[in-house]
């Protein structure tokens, strides 16, 4: 009995150790999407400054910049992802639409895909 409890012990440090510093894609993308839209509020004109800002903080969740593409691709149209961007954007900016929709609202007109960034 004794064995069995230091060996569940040992498996469960060494699982605990193995997954440390393991990011998860979904809420990375999250607290990403927020702060990059905190920073740039409403505003979909960006200057070269602000995209370096807002690449700075992909890379600050763990996201390398040619990441950006295929990580939105793979949650924009989470129902649940963009509730949350929503509701945690919400002390930053005045949003009331879902990510994605918001997306194809900016891009309407324009002649553009929604799915090519």
Request: charged letters at 25%; a negative charge.
């Amino acid at each position: 009995m004794k064995k069995s409890l230091i060996l569940c012990t040992i498996a469960a440090f060494a699982f605990a150790v193995c997954t440390i510093g393991e990011r998860d894609d979904k809420q990375a993308y999250i607290d990403a999407t927020v702060d990059v839209y905190c920073l740039t509020g409403n505003s979909s004109d960006f200057s070269a400054e602000i995209e370096q800002k807002a690449n700075d903080i992909w890379v600050k969740h763990g996201f390398s910049v040619e990441e950006i593409p295929t990580v939105t691709q793979q949650f924009m149209n989470d129902d649940e992802v963009n509730k949350t961007i929503v509701e945690k954007s919400k002390k930053c900016i005045d949003i009331d639409v879902p990510v994605s929709e918001e997306i194809v609202i900016e891009n309407q007109g324009e002649g553009s895909d929604v799915n090519n960034f």
